[in-house]
């Protein structure tokens, strides 16, 4: 249960809440959103029965589901960025690391463009067993030294249980991979820790499974979820996946989570991302994260997608028109 405080709430009322939710042997996260405290229940909620707080002081609403809780627009912030505001996110790096002297150039290749968060994968879940799938913690540590030495933000999917620890060691945001949307221990898992998390869309899941699985996380107390759309799998086999462009509204106005889209997971080719970026922050996206890597013909991992640094710039100078179109900036 999400119990939503109105916004003249006093502390004593929210003490009380708190309180009768203790007699019940369950636990509160507290978060405040848009002047709002939201006390998400935490430990079982099926031990309160029929009871609710409506009739509290202080109590504005409750609910089981996060659409309709949260139904204005809610930003994430992480190390000075505000994800989902009118800046656009900008997210960038290999698909996969592959060496200390590459992330190394893509950091700074990132820093020079002005983007703020690199991503790289060092534990892909690569749909070929024979496929590279990274360099395991040891890719992890590479992708954080590269960052801290140009204070830039990290993030890497977590793929199980087992390397939680490590990942949230090294990285800022946490990724959940579209081959895990569905893995609830893991949702619950990221839902416990104290990081934001990037939820891919599963390449089979509608807008409302993708959304349950959020409620997973934000049930845990963790209210910084940021949902990404990578394509889902259609009829269409020209491309990796399709970009659901018009999902990009449909989760923003059911949970007010921010949106960003991938694109490079929708492209068969690089040249298919500009297109693709442009169109999706036209829909209105709050950011992008784009595979890009300092020699794509090299590349370990999707050669074909990864874009140049300078064809990631020229982009970057593209997206400033339509964000300015879209009332933001870059
Ligand atoms: C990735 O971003 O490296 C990745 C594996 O993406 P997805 O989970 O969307 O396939
Ligand atoms: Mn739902």
Redesign the pocket.
């Given at each position: 249960m999400i119990i939503k405080m109105k916004r003249s709430a006093t502390g004593e009322q929210i003490g009380t809440v708190i309180n009768r939710i203790g007699e019940f042997g369950l636990g509160i996260r507290m978060t405040i959103t848009d002047g709002h405290t939201l006390l998400t229940v935490t430990g079982g909620d099926d031990r309160l029965g029929t009871w609710t707080p409506i009739h509290m002081p202080g109590v504005e609403s409750f609910t089981l589901d996060i659409e309709h809780v949260l139904p204005e627009k809610i930003t994430v912030s992480v190390g000075g960025q505000e994800i989902g505001s009118d800046k656009l996110c900008m997210i960038a790096g290999p698909?996969?690391i592959e060496s200390e002297e590459r992330i190394f150039a893509t950091a700074r290749e990132l820093h020079k463009c002005g983007i703020k968060i690199m991503?790289g994968?060092s534990y892909?879940?690569?749909t070929s067993p024979y496929a590279f799938r990274g360099l395991e913690s040891e890719g992890l540590r590479m992708l954080r030294s590269a960052a801290d030495q140009y204070g830039l933000l990290t993030v890497s999917?977590v793929v199980s249980l087992a390397e939680l620890d490590n990942a949230a060691k090294y990285c800022d945001i946490l990724?959940i991979?579209?081959?895990?949307m569905q893995n609830y221990r893991l949702l619950q898992a990221v839902g416990k820790t104290d990081k934001p998390v990037m939820l891919?869309?599963g390449?089979a899941a509608t807008v409302d499974e993708w959304l349950d699985s959020a409620e997973y996380i934000l049930r845990e107390g963790n209210s910084r979820v940021i949902l990404?759309e990578?394509?889902i799998r259609t009829f269409e086999t020209a491309t990796k996946s399709t970009i659901d462009i018009a999902a990009i509204t449909s989760v923003r106005e059911k949970s007010g989570l921010p949106v960003i889209v991938?694109p490079?997971?929708a492209a068969p080719h690089g040249r298919f991302v500009p297109s693709l970026s442009l169109a999706s922050v036209a829909a209105g996206a709050d950011g992008l994260?784009i595979?890009a890597h300092p020699n794509p013909a090299e590349a370990l991992s999707d050669s074909a997608q990864q874009l140049s640094f300078s064809q990631l710039s020229k982009l970057i100078d593209s997206v400033r028109y339509i964000a300015l179109a879209m009332g933001k900036s870059v």
């Open positions: 698909r996969i991503r994968g892909s879940p690569n999917e990724q991979g579209a081959r895990n891919k869309r390449v990404c990578r394509g991938d490079s997971k994260m595979d």
